[in-house]
C-alpha cells in the first residue's frame, strides 16, 4: 500500500459523519454540496460498481439505492465497521486500497469520493492504468475529490488556510497527495480516458472519465 493513512481514518471513524455535514470549520468548503456531489457520482454509475475508499459508506448507500451491485474496498478497519452497521448485511466490503485490492471480477466502473488524494500522483497514475486494463471499452471512472485547477491555486489555498489558523487543513493540504487538473488529465489521457473535469466547490472537482481506447501510450 502507498502512504498509510489507516490509523487516521481510524480514529475520525466516529466523528466523520458529523465532518461531512459542516460542523468543523476548517473543513466546511471542502465538504460543501457532500450530498449533491455523492449524488453526482451515484447519477453516473451502472452496472457492476467497484467504489475505494468506502469510509462510513455514504456513497455506497446512495448507490445501493440506484439498485446498483457495488463492491467496497476500504483499508480502514474502523471505518469498515462504521459501514457495516449503516449498510445492508450481505454487502461485499473488502479490505484493500486503490492499488493492492482482491481480484473483483468484471467491473462496469469504478468510484471513489474523497479519497484518491491518498495516493502520490505516480501511484495515481498508476492505479489509472490498472483500471484501464479492468474496465471494458466505455467503462467509466467517475471520482470526486479535491483537485486545484494549477499549482499556484494550491499555494494560494495553503496561504489562505494558514492566515485563518486552519492549522489541521494547512498540514493536509501541504501533507497529502492533492493534485492539480493538467496532471490529472495527463494521467488519463496516458492510460486511455475520455475525461470530463466539473468543479463542485472551492476545493472538489468530479472527474468523469471514460475509457476510450485499449492501447494505453
Ligand atoms: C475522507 S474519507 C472519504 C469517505 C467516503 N468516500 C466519503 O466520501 O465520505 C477517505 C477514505 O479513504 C480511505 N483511504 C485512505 N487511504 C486509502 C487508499 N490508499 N486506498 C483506498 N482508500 C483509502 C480512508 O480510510 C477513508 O475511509
Known amino acids: 500500500m502507498s502512504k498509510d493513512f489507516t490509523k487516521l481514518f481510524d480514529i475520525w471513524s466516529d466523528t466523520y459523519d458529523e465532518t461531512v455535514m459542516g460542523t468543523d470549520p476548517q473543513y466546511k468548503q471542502a465538504f460543501e454540496h457532500y450530498d449533491e456531489i455523492l449524488h453526482a457520482v451515484a447519477e453516473q454509475a451502472e452496472g457492476h460498481v467497484l467504489e475505494f475508499g468506502v469510509g462510513t459508506g455514504n456513497l455506497t448507500k446512495k448507490l ?12 480502514s478497519s474502523k471505518m469498515i465497521k462504521k459501514a457495516k452497521s449503516k449498510l445492508p448485511a450481505n454487502f461485499r ?15 462496469d466502473t469504478i468510484v471513489s469520493t474523497y479519497a484518491f488524494h491518498h495516493l502520490t500522483d505516480k501511484e495515481k497514475a498508476v492505479a489509472l492504468q490498472t483500471y484501464a486494463e479492468l474496465l471494458p471499452l466505455n467503462g467509466k471512472l467517475v471520482f470526486a475529490d479535491t483537485i486545484f485547477q494549477s499549482a499556484q491555486a ?34 488519463c489521457k496516458t492510460a486511455g480516458f475520455d475525461f470530463t473535469l466539473i468543479p463542485k466547490n472551492t476545493f472538489v472537482q468530479l472527474l468523469i472519465a471514460k475509457k476510450v481506447s485499449t492501447d494505453q501510450t
Open 93 to 107: 466490503l473488502l479490505k484493500g486500497d486503490f492499488m493492492q485490492f482482491p481480484s473483483v471480477g468484471h467491473v
Open 64 to 75: 445501493l439505492d440506484k439498485g446498483l451491485n457495488v463492491t467496497g474496498v476500504e483499508p
Open 154 to 187: 494550491k499555494k494560494e489555498m495553503i496561504e489562505i488556510a494558514k492566515k485563518n489558523n486552519f492549522d489541521r487543513l494547512a498540514t493536509d493540504l501541504e501533507t497529502e497527495f492533492y493534485t492539480t487538473s493538467a496532471e490529472l488529465i495527463n494521467m
